[in-house]
């Protein structure tokens, strides 16, 4: 299954984690220092629903959150 939003194409996106150490400037200490990055991957919030199109058949389709929230979809 792919990870790709059927209505709006949302897919996963790209970023990093960051690992920081030490104690914040504000907080008395001497400052956060980086000590590791990593790659990590961002998935869309993909729920599978039932719906129907506009001849009336219910058909199953896998769909972002947002796309649910807005309305977009009619659930069977």
Do not use: W
Not at 38 to 52: A, D, E, G, Y
């Amino acid at each position: 299954m792919s990870r790709v939003c059927e209505i709006c194409g949302k897919g996963p996106s790209a970023g990093k984690s960051i690992i920081r150490k030490g104690s914040p400037k504000y907080k008395g200490g001497i400052g956060l220092h980086t000590t590791g990055i990593s790659k990590r991957r961002f998935l869309p919030n993909l729920q599978n629903v039932r719906t129907t199109d506009g001849k009336g058949n219910v058909k199953r389709v896998c769909v972002c959150a947002r796309c649910i929230k807005a309305g977009k979809i009619v659930k069977a």
